[in-house]
């Protein structure tokens, strides 16, 4: 299972940006998918996740400004971020755990200017 990131970029604070992830590989199904997102310094953090039956769930610092969707027929997640603050910069990771593994894409990377 390959997972390919992108959409990141630098943006203002209260800007927004939309980040996509598409699934590729020995799928017959996309499963539950998931972003995380790592700061310099810091470990890497669950940003929301969403199931093959729609039900999404966030981190409570993203809750009200981010929204993950997922288009079955496309294998893609996606991941709307508004009103972006300074504190969510980070490398931006999409994952998922299919066969028993866990599946990381390459990072994008979200930079937001104060």
């Known amino acids: 299972v390959q997972l390919q990131a992108y959409g990141g970029g630098l943006v203002q604070a209260g800007g927004s940006l939309r980040l996509s992830c598409a699934a590729s590989?020995?799928?017959?199904?996309?499963?539950?998918m998931g972003w995380y997102r790592q700061a310099p310094g810091k470990q890497r953090e669950l940003v929301a996740t969403?199931?093959?039956?729609?039900?999404?769930n966030y981190a409570d610092s993203v809750k009200d400004r981010f929204f993950i969707s997922r288009d079955d027929g496309e294998f893609a997640v996606y991941l709307q971020m508004d009103d972006l603050k300074p504190e969510d910069t980070a490398t931006y990771y999409c994952?998922?755990?299919?066969?028993?593994?866990?599946?990381w894409g390459k990072g994008t990377l979200v930079t937001v200017s104060s």
């Open positions: 994952h998922t755990r299919t066969f028993a593994t866990d599946f």
């Open positions: 969403i199931t093959q039956s729609g039900s999404a």
């Open positions: 590989g020995r799928l017959f199904r996309l499963p539950d």
